[in-house]
DNA sequence: TCCATTATCTACAATGATTGTTGAAAAACA
DNA sequence: TGTTTTTCAACAATCATTGTAGATAATGGA
């Protein structure tokens, strides 16, 4: 995602105005990594501003999304989650214990809908999920973190 | 899924109570391959019981859910949509368009997460879903489909 | 078959995430 | 600085889903 700086260019070269609100926003979201729901952007916002509202939390992440600037994520755990990284093509870790959503860093570009299966579906894009323990949430073995699982696909 | 008469034994064996509204249920998704909402079992339901309650439809499918006959699934179209297949593994197509879900009835053996790309996360499964038009929202080309488009992965 | 037990039913209210509305306030640009 | 237009916060409303309660029905045994 881009700086704070650059986002209010683009707000205003896109005839948004640009409030203390939404840089408090853009400073929040910069360099989030955990891809957080607008609950916790404005649980995180609201440390500075403490009036800032929901709503405006809302409406400014669907700017940001409206502009590329960050991704709403749907991962199964209940709210929107937002993606800053939209540079880099990814897929998503989700942890099955926490929610902890984090970006996978690997494109997958074997991947293919195999001849005949899709069902006459003109299919343009993949998402995948991998869906396990975050570090924090994995039970120690001895000291370390138990083996590592086979991956069901 | 299993037939309506395996069902019943099923949930009379595990202590539940096979009402006409639930065999009703059962018939419903016997067969149903477009992975519905609650909202949609119910529809189809009231078709034949005209005062089944949403409410019974949630709990029967979480029944289902429970004994491991119907999967919960959550592709981002807003709704819980369920998923009567279980017995082979496989992956979603999604409509971009209407929401329509189907199985792609494939696995993807070769598909790991690249090492040092797990962020400490112990996976142990992955979920794809395939973006795309269905049959029915394809724009029409000369009266054949348009051109299949290349999966970004 | 009839009873007693226990689960399930419907109707209704409540929840949690998100969106709509409105008058007041603040940013943009001349 | 003034005017225009957007955005703000507070509040109510929505949608999918879940909780509650008393009435009803399925089950298993007498």
Redesign the interface.
Known sequence: MRTPEELTELFRSTGRKVTAQRLCIFRVLQGDVTHPSAESVHALASREMETISLKTVYQTLYDLAELGEIVPL???TGMTRFDPNVDD?H?H?V??QCGRV?D???????????EG???????????????????EC?PEVRGR??S??????
């Open positions: 749907d991962v199964g093509p897929h870790l942890c099955r984090r996978l860093a690997a494109s997958f570009p074997e991947l293919r809908v195999p299966a899709d069902l006459g579906y003109q299919v343009g894009s993949a998402e995948i999920v991998f869906r396990g323990l975050c570090p994995q973190r138990a590592v699982t086979q991956v069901q696909t």
